[in-house]
């Protein structure tokens, strides 16, 4: 692809769609608001914090992300979601439990002004959960049509210039990718005979892409990873990005694993195991979510470690993952990893990680950077699946007949170099033989 020849400005609101409006979300919001005010920093964000180092090392040029390229500012972001309850953002962030009183209190008034969407769900998509916030239609196409209209009003009413869709919504049953989502014909046909492998999220992402709205996918299920809605993307020149936000136990792994290759270390096991209470976790309780989750997490390490090339090092992997639902816990999760590795002559060795986290402290800056990125790209006229985001992502998608990157190193130097080259700065090896002649 060539190298955008012009970015249009960050001009006017942005307007953020949120489909599920549970602890990332209201997180998510709520933080932004409190940076907005000055009252909080803006932790874990790249777009926020992060520099990119320009040119030589001798140069001394390492402006901040957002002052090398253009991005919408905190302050021109507007939101909107859907959710299968009727609690406002400030109702579902008390209920969610993440944040302090002190700071809730604070954008009360902010949160309680965002009421949400009704949602189209499907029981039999998410098992834990009954909706009583939602549309109804006589198939799913008529549904999607109506978040289309959704989409349109919002845009009419908030007089944003633009806008982005986050899937923030549950984890949904395990779908494989079938024949109804091989082209737009068939997905379209699929909704209108109401197709079993045709799940809600797949009908935001189809009404979003559709609409011209890039659609970023924080959950592990299918939604944009289908060739339907990339073909759809790629001919309505939408950015679209997914899947699965890459937070605690998983960006642990892709940190970790990385560093035992890269020293040539030996891996006999990796168990991993879960203990969260949060409504995410009750979803996860349920087999079928628990099953699209789990594939999510358990390609990570063979992707990193590639057996086919290490067979004596990493052959025989036992990797296991565990979630378990576990109430007094909150949004507090804790993830527990025992990892039997060996050295030098087959000697075995142990690490063993426990990660006191909080899912949602996690996830929200990365809502926020998929937000600000996947809008450059639109604006940048970049359209259909943006690798350089898999950074973000326990699963990352990819054009079809490429392996994913997950090492977490990799797919920053990927996202950095992406930025260099979309500002028309020279990309950056770390060869370094000049500094020597
Ligand atoms: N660290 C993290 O928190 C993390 C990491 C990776 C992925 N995720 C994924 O992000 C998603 C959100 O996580 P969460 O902790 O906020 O969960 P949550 O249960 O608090 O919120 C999800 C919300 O989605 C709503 N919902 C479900 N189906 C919907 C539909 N069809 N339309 C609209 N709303 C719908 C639910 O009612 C709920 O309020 C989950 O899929 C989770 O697996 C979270």
């Known amino acids: 692809m060539e190298k955008p020849s012009k970015i249009a400005p960050a001009k006017g609101k942005l307007g953020v769609l949120l489909p599920g409006m549970g602890a990332v979300s209201t997180t998510f919001m709520a933080g932004v608001e409190l940076v907005r005010r000055g009252k909080a920093q803006p932790i874990g964000s790249l777009t926020q914090m992060g520099t990119v180092r320009l040119g030589k090392r001798t140069e001394g040029r390492s402006p901040l992300i957002k002052k090398l390229v253009p991005l919408a500012d905190l302050k021109d972001l507007s939101f909107g979601g859907w959710d299968i309850f009727k609690d406002n953002a400030y109702q579902a962030a008390a209920k969610a439990g993440v944040l302090n009183p002190e700071h809730l209190g604070q954008v009360k008034t902010f949160l309680s002004g965002i009421q949400p969407m009704k949602a189209a769900f499907d029981h039999e998509y998410v098992k834990r959960l009954e909706g009583t916030h939602v549309k109804k239609a006589k198939n799913k196409y008529e549904l999607a049509l ?18 982005v869709t986050c899937w923030c919504g549950s984890t949904e049953v395990f779908i494989r990718p079938e024949e109804v989502h091989s082209t737009p014909e068939k997905f379209v046909e699929g ?41 759809l993307a790629h001919d309505n020149n939408v950015a679209i990005c997914g899947k699965d936000f890459k937070t605690g136990q998983t960006l642990m792994k892709t940190i970790l694993a990385p560093g035992f290759k890269a020293r040539m270390l030996g891996l006999e096991g990796w168990y991993s195991t879960n203990i969260l209470g ?8 349920d087999p079928g979510s628990f099953k699209t989750k789990e594939e999510s997490k358990l390609g990570a390490l063979e992707y990193i470690l590639q057996p086919q090339l290490y067979p004596t090092l990493y052959g025989k992997i036992h990797h296991k993952v565990r979630i378990n639902y576990y109430p ?25 990680v426990d990660f006191l986290c909080r899912d949602s402290i ?54 950095k170099n992406t930025l260099r080259w979309m500002m028309g700065e020279e990309l950056i090896t770390h060869l370094g033989q000049e500094y020597y002649d």
Do not use: C
């Open 146 to 163: 109506q978040i289309k209209e959704d989409i349109a009003n919002f845009k009419k009413n908030r007089r944003v210039s633009r806008l």
């Open 191 to 231: 909704m209108k005979n109401n197709h079993p492998a045709i799940a809600p999220s797949m009908l935001y992402a189809w009404a979003s892409v559709t609409s011209g709205v890039p659609f970023a996918n924080g959950a592990p299920n299918l939604t944009v990873d289908i060739p339907a809605i990339q073909q």
């Open 362 to 415: 996690l996830a929200a800056p990365i809502v926020l950077d998929l937000v600000l990125f996947l809008d450059l790209a639109q604006r940048a006229g970049m359209r259909g699946i943006q690798e350089w985001l898999s950074f973000y992502f326990k699963s990352p998608m990819t054009a079809p007949d490429l392996y994913p990157e997950h090492d977490l190193f990799i797919q920053s130097m990927k996202l």
């Open 278 to 285: 949060n409504r995410d976790g009750e979803v996860l309780d």
């Open 328 to 352: 007094p816990r909150g949004d507090n999760k804790e993830g527990w990893d025992n990892i039997d590795i060996f050295g030098w002559l087959a000697y075995p060795m142990q690490i063993k």
